[in-house]
């Protein structure tokens, strides 16, 4: 746009501030809230300056929830799982770029379709997976009657089983895959010049050394992009860690928010359930402020 | 070091085929320039004997090994890219060394001979930048030493020069010249420059279409050239060509007022028979028009080029570019006769488009395979 007049100038103003007030109001009534004692957070209106309790709210929810154990699972897992995701994606794409095998568009194409498959609407066969992650595999050897003729052969019954419900591979490792990522890294491949692949052959490196030599340490901004993405989206979900993880000791810091909130008839402490959500939401607020300058670089620029 | 032999080599991709039969044997210690137009299949070539391409029929050996099933690593050959292809997250020293870290060489040789690789290319003091902070030329030293370091038995370069301004081109020319001197190993140069061909190759192959039109010496390839396609894409400026027919007297008849005998009793099968004549424009002499012998031309325009100046003329139609060492001034249009010594004529055969030869006095068609 090249509008330059004042009063086309105080009106973008205007709308940006308050699309501003819109996205922080909540945030700011959060950090207002988790400031006063039980008494003044329940005064209609509620006071628009902050009190003196945070610490004590904080030790508080700190305390109730088990935010100790479970900011520690929270960590392990979103680290784990973005991890997993930048680790799969770059081999994934390479192997999509830089090979040529059959299958290999098949392959891409059905990666691709994974966009449209999120794991709410998988949640069931996944879950079933899960619990007992060898089933694909039972099932394979029941359907070509393979179990048949080995029991008709030896007498034993094969029964593959290893469940993964409430231990930390099982809330990790259904989570690693991720088309997205996929892509992303794929477009990164792209834009390396062939002549580079071809000059690290003519250097006698193979596959293996060109992809850890060149193409990861090329890829760091990518990679930076791409980790912090996705540990923010780990750390936000919901509905897996609930379903998979009964056992308490295993539960990560979202899920246990649940409890932090004022039931029916109890206490109406949203005071310690603010302060609670705020730190809840610190890990991830952190590592993006650390890491947007290389973070917003992968995501835009290619730059050499 | 090593010879190269390419037998019979074909390349097509897919369906389409871009090299048709290559057969070249390369002395030890031999310093060979492809030359060619853009897209002629020179690169393909030389990618074959790099390993970076799948041959697709015939053979490449060298020093007597097949390689056709080896990978690049194990046929003992470096190469220099056009665009140079360093690691652009490497320093200069990290470039060069790479081979030899992936070879398994200790740190303290690597170290030494990356030193002593970077006093040759002279970058001793560039070892710690990396490639971005680097001049083109420096980059190409970078793309050199790389190669050099590992002491291969075969150089590869695919237009290495092309990205260079003219006079840092000048000047890598004769080092890569001088580098080869010393270090001795047979090299492949691919160019699509002439003059880089000519100043570089011990020997020349001249490349159309997939196909190799001439191997020979710079001197070789420019005094005889071995076909028309050659005739004119060596030498510069390109070499002057007329379609005519000779008659029942040995005369190269172009039209009724230009005739330029020709010099040998010729086949008599040529007789009647439409040829391209060729003449280099410092073969051609212009003289006053109506000189005996001479042929009617008019001025087109003049190419100034400081030591020396190109007359472009018109035979009515047909452009024909004579040199000229004195300084003269000749608006376009001005009426000129053109001397051509009939000794320095060359003949080209219209369906095959090879040479014929008659300067032995028996006119016989060349290279008749
Ligand atoms: N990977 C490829 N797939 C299909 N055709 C190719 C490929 N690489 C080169 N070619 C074709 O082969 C021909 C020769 O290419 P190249 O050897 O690169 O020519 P140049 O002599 O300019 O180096 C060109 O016509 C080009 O289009
Ligand atoms: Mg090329």
């Not at chain 1, 259904?174 to 990164?188: D, E, H, K, N, S």
């Not at chain 2, 740190?107 to 971005?132: C, H, M, N, Q």
């Not at chain 2, 086949?267 to 009647?272: E, M, P």
């Not at chain 2, 024909?320 to 003949?347: E, Y």
Request: glycine share 8%; net charge neutral.
């Amino acid at each position: 746009m090249v509008e330059r007049t004042p009063i086309f100038n105080a009106i973008c103003q205007f709308i940006l501030l308050v699309g501003l007030i819109v996205a922080l109001l909540p945030f700011a009534i959060v950090i207002i809230a988790s400031t006063h004692d039980i008494r003044a957070v329940n005064i209609v209106p509620m006071p628009l300056t902050p009190g003196s309790h945070f610490l004590d709210n904080v030790r508080e929810a700190w305390h109730r929830a088990d935010l100790g154990h479970k900011l520690f699972n929270s960590i392990l897992f979103a680290t784990a799982v973005a991890f997993g995701k930048v680790a799969l994606s770059s081999m994934a794409a390479f192997a999509i770029v830089y090979f040529r095998f059959p299958g290999r568009s098949i392959l891409f194409w059905a990666i691709f379709l994974t966009l449209m498959l999120p794991l709410e609407v998988r949640i069931v066969p996944t879950y079933a997976v899960a619990a007992n992650a060898l089933a694909p595999f039972q099932a394979i050897l029941n359907v070509t009657g393979i179990n048949w003729l080995i029991h008709a052969v030896s007498g034993i019954e094969v029964n593959l089983q290893w469940g993964l419900l409430n231990s930390y591979p099982g809330l990790i490792l259904p989570m690693v895959a991720t088309a997205t990522g996929t892509f992303l890294y794929r477009q990164f491949y792209l834009t390396v010049p062939d002549e580079l692949a071809e000059a690290s052959k003519m250097d006698g490196s193979g596959p293996i050394r060109f992809f850890w030599d060149i193409l990861l340490p090329l890829s760091r901004p990518n990679m930076i992009a791409l980790f912090t993405i996705m540990f923010v989206w780990a750390w936000n979900q919901y509905l897996w860690p609930l379903l998979v993880t009964t056992d308490p000791s295993f539960g990560i810091a979202v899920t246990q928010l649940k409890t932090l909130i004022p039931s029916e008839f109890g206490l109406p402490d949203w005071n310690v359930a603010m302060a609670g959500t705020l730190v809840i939401m610190a890990p991830p607020l952190i590592l993006v402020i650390f890491m947007q300058r290389w973070f917003v670089r992968g995501l835009i620029s290619t730059e050499k | 070091m090593a010879s190269i032999a390419i037998r019979g080599v074909r390349k097509a991709y897919a369906k389409n085929a871009v090299v048709h039969g290559v057969d070249l044997d390369i002395a030890s210690r031999e310093f060979i320039v492809i030359l060619g137009p853009s897209g002629c299949g020179k690169s393909t070539l030389l990618r074959m004997v790099a390993g970076l391409e799948e041959i697709s029929g015939g053979e490449i050996a060298i020093d007597g090994r097949v390689v056709n099933n080896l990978e690049p690593r194990e046929r003992g050959c470096a190469m220099v890219f056009q665009n140079y292809a360093l690691y652009p997250h490497m320093t200069v020293a990290e470039n060069i060394g790479y081979a030899l870290k992936v070879a398994g060489v200790p740190k303290d040789e690597r170290r030494r001979r990356v030193e002593a690789t970077a006093k040759i290319v002279g970058l001793e003091a560039y070892l710690d930048r990396r490639p971005a902070a680097l001049s083109g030329g420096q980059r190409q030293r970078v793309a050199m030493g790389r190669a050099i370091v590992r002491e291969p038995k075969v150089f590869l370069f695919d237009e290495p020069l092309s990205n260079l301004d003219a006079k840092l081109r000048v000047a890598m020319r004769a080092e890569i010249r001088r580098l080869h001197r010393r270090l001795g190993a047979t090299s492949i140069f691919v160019t699509h420059d002439q003059v880089e061909a000519m100043t570089l190759g011990d020997r020349l192959v001249v490349m159309n279409g997939g196909r190799i039109e001439q191997v020979g010496s710079p001197a070789e390839v420019y005094n005889r050239p071995a076909s028309r396609f050659v005739a004119s894409f060596v030498g510069s400026p390109a070499m002057n060509l007329m379609e005519g027919t000779i008659d029942r007297h040995g005369v190269f008849v172009y039209d009724a007022e230009r005739q330029i005998p020709i010099p040998a009793t010729l086949d008599a099968r040529l007789v009647g028979h439409k040829v391209a004549l060729g003449v280099r424009a410092e073969a051609a002499r212009l003289v006053e028009p109506g000189t005996a012998g001479s042929i009617p031309a008019t001025v087109d325009f003049v190419e100034e080029l400081g030591a020396g100046r190109v007359v472009h003329t018109d035979l009515d139609g047909l452009s024909f570019a004579v040199s000229l060492s004195t300084p003269n001034v000749m608006p376009a249009g001005t009426p000129v006769g053109i001397a051509i010594d009939p000794r320095d004529v060359h003949l080209f055969s219209i369906e095959t488009g090879l040479r014929i030869e008659f300067a032995a006095g028996i006119a016989a068609p060349a290279n008749s395979n």
